[in-house]
């Protein structure tokens, strides 16, 4: 009864919106010919505008993408914001997403394809206090473990399953808040953080018992990247619909080109990086954003095939995680292995080949090395 | 007058007492809050938890963003954030408020739209906003009126306006159906037609029942506008900032009770702002029953 209410007035809404629209524009702005003037792209984040995504800041501040033709407006993302949503929906050229969200989207019927896998190693640690010896997966048992939720908790699952635990059962599951008072209060025994942002948190949080910020020697971290349940996280996902299109494509290879243009910046000159995400309106402060550009990188250098690159274990591990893994509700992420058309390094390698190519006739790019250093 | 100032009194002495709560609690329940069993009854009362109130005010003179080049205080950031969020909520609650008694007058004149609409009206309440936001802002972009294109901004009034509608719409219908019978029968003996017994009966009966219904409307478009800030991540508002200060509340929790702050005085300022209607409106008060 409710759900036919809601879609009388869903469609009743959706029918007074077309009456009142003069004209609806064409979907995103990538597919109108080339023609005079740069292109318009739109980008969607995760989140709002901060470290995570200094590359494509400064691709835009820095005009690697208007070398290439194009227009980029980047579309901050907010708490009921899905990236691959806007971008299977038309509203976004591309969407920055973390793979095993998106190909949870994808098995849903979301039509997109990972065409840059920036990120190549997680972030996401579980931090604790030193004092409570927790270094392993295995020394959760017993503990009040905390954790995110909605998709952000399957490696803490994952790893707890692999060292011989059942998360539901050995340890004491506890919702986490954005923020890290529940860790540093002692309400939690292991709190999930991202290593470019929460983990910040705690360090830049004061110790009562020292009057000082708190130090890392203070705090026992366990890397998931180093326990091989790690998922890959922020990517470049594309239209796969839209990919058949050649300009798409061309669009496609020329945005990637971009970015990575953009995150060869930043890896090399951090603090200008670090100044371009504070004056594009983040709160965090300045020293924050230095610290998330500093681990951001960390997660993209070195690339030993090529930055952007999808590595094809890494792309084997998170599925394989995805659908074994198991959280607190009993579900996994994906059903079934995600089909050909979820993931192609023909894009990357076009826009690497590209920039090899820039690189080697301008005398201004040639001191930025595409493969890892 | 003498009420008026009373009524000020009466609001200095409230802020006061709930300032000496505060303290009074931070001073005397312990910093791990109580809890019984495992469920926590009173709040934690740490630095972390709950900060002093002169904290947070001291809070709104340092700058917001430690190493900016723009040097923006706090207090500026929120104020211009409230001002941002109150233009968003005000401007919903008008359209609102226009839709809804629109809807009201129309359910009025026809009972059979009344019938037929209302269940709907209601059920237009129970969708979850969370569910409607993300819809809305997916306009942008998409949508263009008389070549203006949809702006961010445009989404969480709407979304405001989808709140302010409803007490509107309810308290205006039963506002213009409240006259008395024997008074819609003497229009009828005087052959009155029904545009003469709507603005001579029934809306001057409906005020007393639309001012409240106005001022849930202007909470509601408030409680709107700030949800689809936060759900959609429209930068400029106070629901923005009340999420950016939450991210960085483990190490600078004042910064967020600031926000929150300004979230309440927005509150108060558009119920006030509801206020000068009452008075414009108060001869129609009790004028018709």
């Given at each position: 009864m409710h759900r036919s209410v809601v879609r009388r007035l869903a469609l009743a809404a959706a029918f007074l919106v077309a009456a009142a629209a003069c004209s609806v524009t064409p979907e995103?702005?990538?597919?109108?010919?080339?023609?005079?003037?740069p292109q318009p792209v739109k980008l969607q984040l995760q989140?709002?505008?901060q470290g995570q995504f200094a590359g494509y800041i400064a691709a835009v501040e820095q005009g690697f993408y208007a070398e290439r033709g194009l227009d980029v407006e980047i579309l901050e993302g907010g708490v009921d914001i899905v990236p691959q949503t806007v971008l299977a929906q038309g509203q976004a050229d591309f969407a920055i997403a973390w793979v095993p969200k998106a190909l949870a989207s994808r098995e849903q019927g979301a039509g997109i394809?990972?065409?840059?896998?920036?990120?190549?190693?997680?972030?996401t640690y579980q931090v604790s206090f030193a004092?409570?010896?927790?270094?392993?997966?295995?020394?959760?048992?017993g503990k009040k473990v905390g954790n995110w939720g909605f998709g952000n908790e399957f490696e803490l699952f994952a790893g707890m399953t692999a060292a011989g635990l059942t998360p539901a059962t050995d340890v004491t599951l506890v919702q986490q808040q954005f923020d890290m008072q529940a860790l540093l209060s002692g309400e939690i025994d292991a709190a999930q953080a991202m290593s470019y942002n929460e983990y910040a948190q705690v360090l830049e949080a004061p110790n009562p018992a020292t009057g000082q910020l708190y130090q890392p020697g203070d705090f026992s971290v366990i890397d998931w990247n180093e326990t091989g349940t790690a998922m890959l996280q922020d990517a470049i996902w594309a239209s796969t619909q839209r990919l058949e299109d050649p300009a798409y494509q061309d669009l496609t290879t020329r945005f990637i080109a971009g970015s990575i243009e953009g995150w060869a910046y930043c890896r090399d000159n951090v603090q200008s990086c670090r100044d371009m995400v504070v004056a594009a309106g983040?709160?965090?402060g300045a020293s924050h954003q230095l610290w998330q550009v500093n681990e951001v990188n960390k997660l993209i250098?070195?690339?030993?095939?090529?930055?952007g690159v999808i590595d094809d274990a890494a792309w084997a591990q998170t599925v394989q995680v995805a659908r074994t893994a198991v959280n607190a509700d009993g579900q996994?992420?994906?059903t079934r292995d995600p089909d050909a058309?979820?993931?192609?390094n023909t894009y990357v390698q076009q826009a690497l080949d590209q920039l090899k190519a820039e690189a080697s006739t301008s005398p201004v790019t040639a001191t930025r090395p595409w493969r890892s250093r | 007058m003498v009420g008026r100032a009373r009524g000020v009194g009466a609001a200095v002495v409230s802020f006061v007492l709930l300032v000496v709560l505060w303290e009074l609690a931070k001073l005397l329940l312990p910093d791990e809050g109580v809890l019984v069993g495992d469920t926590r009854v009173l709040p934690r009362t740490d630095e972390a938890a709950m900060p002093h109130v002169w904290t947070v005010f001291g809070r709104?003179?340092?700058?917001?963003?430690?190493?900016?080049?723009d040097p923006r205080t706090v207090g500026a950031a929120v104020a211009s954030g409230a001002l941002f969020t109150l233009g968003l909520a005000l401007g919903g609650l008008v359209l609102g408020g226009v839709l809804g008694m629109l809807l009201a007058l129309a359910m009025q004149r026809f009972g059979l739209l009344e019938r037929a609409a209302l269940p709907y009206v209601v059920a237009s309440q129970t969708v979850p906003l969370i569910a409607i936001a993300p819809l809305v802002a997916g306009w942008g972009g998409k949508i263009a009126i008389m070549g203006w294109s949809w702006q961010p901004w445009a989404s969480v009034m709407v979304i405001a306006s989808y709140l302010a509608f409803f007490p509107v719409a309810v308290g205006m219908l039963r506002g213009l159906n409240a006259p008395a019978k024997a008074d819609v029968e003497l229009f009828r003996t005087l052959a009155a037609g029904w545009w003469t017994t709507l603005v001579r009966l029934r809306l001057p009966a409906s005020v007393p029942f639309l001012i409240p219904a106005a001022r849930l409307a202007a909470a509601a478009a408030v409680v709107g506008a700030i949800v689809a800030e936060i759900s959609t991540?429209?930068?400029?508002g106070i629901g923005r900032l009340i999420i950016e200060y939450q991210q960085s509340?483990?190490?600078?929790p004042s910064r967020l009770y600031t926000a929150i702050l300004g979230a309440a005085v927005l509150g108060l300022v558009a119920a006030g702002a509801v206020g000068l209607l009452d008075v414009g409106l108060r001869r129609y008060r009790g004028s018709v029953r």
């Open positions: 995103g702005g990538g597919t109108a010919p080339p023609g005079e003037g989140w709002f505008k394809t990972d065409v840059a896998q920036i990120f190549q190693r997680s972030g004092d409570k010896g927790i270094t392993t997966a295995a020394d959760l048992k983040s709160t965090l250098w070195p690339a030993p095939s090529g930055a996994t992420v994906l058309e979820a993931h192609t | 709104l003179f340092e700058p917001e963003v430690a190493g900016a080049a991540g429209t930068r400029g509340a483990t190490g600078d």
